[in-house]
T-cell receptor, first 114, second 111 residues
């Protein structure tokens, strides 16, 4: 079946540091890939997505490139801020009959200190 | 638009009690789903609906029931609560099955 593997956390960085969060996936075909972010006390928000190989999703300074050859979708940001402290989930989507289902990684907590 | 709303935000139940978690969306989305989030496990799909009157099971449906009488509402019922159902529950909706919008969640504790 489909699966998403994220690097182990938590991650603590200083403000303005470079961020990389690794994500790899196992799936049949080439699913669309997503990064969701969950700020403290809130639900999940879509951060960015990519629908095909070599696509780059970007939003709020975050980027991730869909790498078919390595089945990866690593999240990067050049300079993190305290406000980026949150839990980040990598996910892929699969279509089952009339519905679709998101398969999530375990999530990783990012803390950014001033 | 309020987006996806869920009530209550927090709930404590005793084993064996029943309750309904409410979910509503005002985006006229056909697709709605319920997920549960457990520590270190990501989110798992409980039940889903592809339109009013149509529901089906996800990967962890046991102990839960759903119905979809209107496009807007998709309540999740716990029939007889068990400690294993302690979790955070998220409702989500989508218009084209690609991008899903999540509610703020309900944190449920079963004693």
């Amino acid at each position: 079946g489909n699966s998403v593997t994220q690097m182990e956390g938590p991650v603590t960085l200083s403000e303005e540091a470079f961020l990389t969060i690794n994500c790899t996936y196992t799936a049949t075909g080439y699913p669309s890939l997503f990064w969701y972010v969950q700020y403290p006390g809130e639900g999940l928000q879509l951060l960015l997505k990519a629908t095909k190989a070599d696509d780059k999703g970007s939003n709020k300074g975050f980027e991730a490139t869909y790498r078919k050859e390595t089945t990866s979708f690593h999240l990067e940001k050049g300079s993190v801020q305290v406000s980026d402290s949150a839990v980040y989930f990598c996910a892929l989507i699969s279509y089952t009959g009339a519905n679709s289902k998101l398969t999530f990684g375990k999530g990783i907590t990012l803390s950014v200190r001033p | 638009n309020a987006g996806v709303t869920q009530t209550p935000k927090f709930q404590v139940l005793k084993t064996g009690q029943s309750m309904t978690l409410q979910c509503a969306q005002d985006m006229n989305h056909e697709y709605m789903s319920w997920y549960r989030q457990d520590p270190g496990m990501g989110l798992r799909l409980i039940h889903y609906s592809v339109g009013a009157g149509i529901t089906d099971q996800g990967e962890v449906p046991n102990g839960y029931n759903v119905s979809r009488s209107t496009t807007e509402d998709f309540p999740l019922r716990l029939l007889s609560a068990a400690p294993s159902q302690t979790s955070v529950y998220f409702c989500a909706s989508s218009s084209y099955r690609t991008v899903w919008y999540f509610g703020p969640g309900t944190r449920l504790t079963v004693l």
